[in-house]
């Protein structure tokens, strides 16, 4: 009688402090947001919608607005996502239906080691070899022969939204890469051979059983990595110049949300600075939850129907 | 007609071919770049120096990323001693007890959690401890990496924990072990690989975040041997040489960039290992 108490009590805690445990991420996630909400008050109150409106960023007379960061954000990370989108999908394609198996195998573990390098890294190689690389080559090459757009005006400086932009995909391709993969591969085989049945040849199988079965999958990727590529901070704050100024010019320096928080954060001169950049670090947690939901709204539209196993 | 639309399919099938070929070469043509790179110049600045000396001032050949190295090994700990066990327990209450709207609510959460920018999570950090405490210090910064390996040692363990059969918990709960000693001897113990794949993946990841640690853990050129202080770490150093302007640091940025390298493959590599054997 004694012992079947003891058991019970034993069950009981285990199960309040498993409890315990799995509640605290519900509660690290709610006081996340809300001291996010909290300590950017000051700049919400203070600049209201202005603040993304407004260019004019300046802590002397702590006036501050976020249009320029919003507009590098933007930018980098949708020129970042339309360059990487179709390599990835191309790797992705080559990967699963191309391929010999080992191939397969040892070319997505090295898209798999291209994912595991740390971000501070792809930003060392950046500025120390990308970007003189890109102001001695690139760059002169691009104002000599398409000069009169007005993407590629002004003087080379390397340090740049391109560099940005250049940077961002390789860091965003491993992640859209792999998650097309996966979809892909979650495509019937029975679907692939009755392309090939009816005669397709290897590139009319892709397009009209793997694609069409894979796009919102692969839709669900591209956003995904989308939501990465805007919460970036390290390796774009390295190469793209840190200048808050929205110019057409893809040679000029320019500046993003994560990084001016995180080069002003540390020394922020005012309250109504820190709340600033506060505001700031909300904007980018709201845009990349709502990216973030999409990407799994679209990915799970797809694991449901494979699930339910009709196309 | 038909032989020459035959021609024509045949045609666009070896350029699409070619063309997937081509994407492949040029998203792993940067890998090989940035690898040259790392290890050439990496090789280069790595002595034995460069293991047990903290960094010199610039104009001084030399120096190394002692304090750093230490300093990652201090925080990635102390962040492990905390995201670990809430981590694998969280995940025990999910598969074992959860199902209902609040477990949802938590999957939820740590899906979320793990699709923050880092940059924010140092944000919070700094509201939370650096304010109160009224100084930069290593415990925020562990408290940063923590708040990140939470959610990827939880969904780790939690899909190893699902992959045991409900019959071995049946059959000890059918020997009379009760329900926790159960979870933990025999559910937890059967899923152990699966659940070390998982730390040793988070371990991976935090190493080499350095957005959380800027305000938090802050940095530090010399030794620090207390919590509540400034304290180096590894990826912070990496970035604040890399951008300033000094060969010698930058010499000593690609070293570390290798160090760096080299424990998150070897950390990759034991992960994959592990998860293989099991099967």
Redesign the interface.
């Given at each position: 009688m004694d012992k079947t108490a003891t058991r019970k009590n034993g069950d009981g805690i285990f199960r309040a402090l498993t409890m315990l445990f799995a509640f605290s991420i519900l509660i690290i996630l709610l006081i996340m947001a809300g001291e996010m909400v909290w300590e950017s008050l000051p700049s919400l109150r203070k600049f209201g919608w202005g603040f993304i409106t407004g260019s004019d960023w300046d802590a002397v007379q702590g006036s501050f607005a976020a249009l320029p960061y919003l507009y590098g954000s933007i930018v980098s990370s949708i020129l970042a996502i339309l360059l990487a989108t179709p390599l990835s999908v191309g790797t992705a394609l080559f990967i699963t239906e191309l391929a010999p198996h080992k191939v397969g195998v040892v070319t997505a573990s090295l898209v798999e080691l291209l994912a595991a390098i740390p971000s501070v890294i792809y930003g060392l190689w950046g500025i120390l070899v990308m970007t003189p690389w890109l102001q001695t080559t690139i760059e002169p090459f691009l104002i000599k022969h398409l000069g009169f757009l007005p993407f590629f005006q002004g003087a080379p400086y390397g340090v740049s939204m391109l560099a940005a932009v250049f940077i961002l995909m390789i860091m965003i391709i491993p992640i859209i890469t792999s998650i097309t993969k996966e979809v892909l591969l979650a495509v019937p085989q029975s679907q692939k051979e009755a392309a090939f049945a009816l005669g397709a040849t290897r590139w009319e199988m892709i397009r009209m059983a793997v694609i069409p079965y894979g796009r919102s999958g692969i839709l669900g990727a591209v956003i995904l990595g989308l939501g990465r590529a805007i919460g970036e901070t390290m390796a774009v704050t390295m190469v793209i110049g840190n200048t808050p100024q929205i110019s057409l010019s893809l040679l000029s320096p320019a500046y993003t949300m994560p990084s001016v928080i995180a080069n002003e954060f540390a020394e922020a001169t005012s309250k109504l600075h820190t709340a600033s950049l506060m505001e700031i670090g909300l904007i980018l947690l709201v845009v990349t939850l709502v990216i973030n939901f999409m990407a799994r709204l679209l990915l799970w539209s797809v694991t449901r129907r494979w699930k339910g196993g009709t196309p | 007609m038909t032989l020459r639309s035959l021609v024509m399919?045949?045609a666009?099938?070896l350029s699409?071919?070619l063309?997937?070929?081509?994407?492949?070469l040029?998203?792993?043509l940067?890998?090989g770049?940035?690898f040259y790179?790392?290890i050439k110049m990496g090789f280069s600045s790595i002595n034995p120096g460069f293991f047990t000396s903290i960094p010199k001032p610039p104009g001084e050949a030399g120096g190394g990323m002692a304090n750093g190295m230490a300093g990652s090994a201090v925080m990635i700990g102390m962040a492990s001693l905390v995201g670990v066990?809430?981590g694998i327990?969280?995940?025990?209450?999910?598969t074992?007890?959860?199902g209902g709207r609040?477990?949802t609510?938590?999957r939820f959460?740590?899906?979320?959690?793990s699709?923050?920018?880092?940059?924010?999570?140092g944000?919070?950090a700094?509201?939370?401890l650096v304010v109160p405490m009224k100084g930069?210090s290593a415990l925020a910064g562990s408290f940063a990496l923590a708040?990140i390996m939470?959610?990827i040692v939880?969904r780790t363990t939690e899909e190893q924990l699902k992959m045991v059969p409900v019959s071995l918990r049946e059959a000890s709960l059918a020997l009379g072990v009760?329900?926790?000693?159960t979870?933990l001897k025999v559910t937890l113990r059967s899923a152990l690989t699966g659940v070390i794949t998982g730390i040793l993946l988070a371990v991976?990841r935090v190493?080499?975040?350095?957005?959380p640690l800027?305000?938090t853990a802050?940095g530090n050129q010399f030794w620090s041997n207390k919590l509540t202080e400034p304290m180096a770490a590894l990826?912070l150093q990496?970035?604040n040489f890399?951008?300033a302007p000094y060969e010698d640091w930058?010499r000593l940025?690609?070293g570390g960039?290798l160090v760096?390298?080299v424990l998150?493959?070897t950390l990759?590599l034991a992960a994959r290992w592990l998860g293989r054997s099991k099967h």
């Amino acid at each position: 009688m004694d012992k079947t108490a003891t058991r019970k009590n034993g069950d009981g805690i285990f199960r309040a402090l498993t409890m315990l445990f799995a509640f605290s991420i519900l509660i690290i996630l709610l006081i996340m947001a809300g001291e996010m909400v909290w300590e950017s008050l000051p700049s919400l109150r203070k600049f209201g919608w202005g603040f993304i409106t407004g260019s004019d960023w300046d802590a002397v007379q702590g006036s501050f607005a976020a249009l320029p960061y919003l507009y590098g954000s933007i930018v980098s990370s949708i020129l970042a996502i339309l360059l990487a989108t179709p390599l990835s999908v191309g790797t992705a394609l080559f990967i699963t239906e191309l391929a010999p198996h080992k191939v397969g195998v040892v070319t997505a573990s090295l898209v798999e080691l291209l994912a595991a390098i740390p971000s501070v890294i792809y930003g060392l190689w950046g500025i120390l070899v990308m970007t003189p690389w890109l102001q001695t080559t690139i760059e002169p090459f691009l104002i000599k022969h398409l000069g009169f757009l007005p993407f590629f005006q002004g003087a080379p400086y390397g340090v740049s939204m391109l560099a940005a932009v250049f940077i961002l995909m390789i860091m965003i391709i491993p992640i859209i890469t792999s998650i097309t993969k996966e979809v892909l591969l979650a495509v019937p085989q029975s679907q692939k051979e009755a392309a090939f049945a009816l005669g397709a040849t290897r590139w009319e199988m892709i397009r009209m059983a793997v694609i069409p079965y894979g796009r919102s999958g692969i839709l669900g990727a591209v956003i995904l990595g989308l939501g990465r590529a805007i919460g970036e901070t390290m390796a774009v704050t390295m190469v793209i110049g840190n200048t808050p100024q929205i110019s057409l010019s893809l040679l000029s320096p320019a500046y993003t949300m994560p990084s001016v928080i995180a080069n002003e954060f540390a020394e922020a001169t005012s309250k109504l600075h820190t709340a600033s950049l506060m505001e700031i670090g909300l904007i980018l947690l709201v845009v990349t939850l709502v990216i973030n939901f999409m990407a799994r709204l679209l990915l799970w539209s797809v694991t449901r129907r494979w699930k339910g196993g009709t196309p | 007609m038909t032989l020459r639309s035959l021609v024509m399919r045949r045609a666009t099938n070896l350029s699409a071919t070619l063309l997937m070929g081509l994407a492949t070469l040029m998203v792993l043509l940067p890998l090989g770049i940035i690898f040259y790179h790392i290890i050439k110049m990496g090789f280069s600045s790595i002595n034995p120096g460069f293991f047990t000396s903290i960094p010199k001032p610039p104009g001084e050949a030399g120096g190394g990323m002692a304090n750093g190295m230490a300093g990652s090994a201090v925080m990635i700990g102390m962040a492990s001693l905390v995201g670990v066990p809430v981590g694998i327990f969280g995940a025990i209450y999910l598969t074992e007890y959860g199902g209902g709207r609040l477990a949802t609510a938590i999957r939820f959460s740590a899906d979320v959690l793990s699709g923050i920018p880092s940059i924010i999570t140092g944000m919070v950090a700094y509201t939370l401890l650096v304010v109160p405490m009224k100084g930069f210090s290593a415990l925020a910064g562990s408290f940063a990496l923590a708040l990140i390996m939470i959610p990827i040692v939880l969904r780790t363990t939690e899909e190893q924990l699902k992959m045991v059969p409900v019959s071995l918990r049946e059959a000890s709960l059918a020997l009379g072990v009760p329900l926790w000693r159960t979870s933990l001897k025999v559910t937890l113990r059967s899923a152990l690989t699966g659940v070390i794949t998982g730390i040793l993946l988070a371990v991976a990841r935090v190493a080499g975040e350095t957005a959380p640690l800027l305000f938090t853990a802050l940095g530090n050129q010399f030794w620090s041997n207390k919590l509540t202080e400034p304290m180096a770490a590894l990826p912070l150093q990496i970035f604040n040489f890399a951008i300033a302007p000094y060969e010698d640091w930058h010499r000593l940025a690609w070293g570390g960039a290798l160090v760096l390298v080299v424990l998150m493959f070897t950390l990759s590599l034991a992960a994959r290992w592990l998860g293989r054997s099991k099967h």
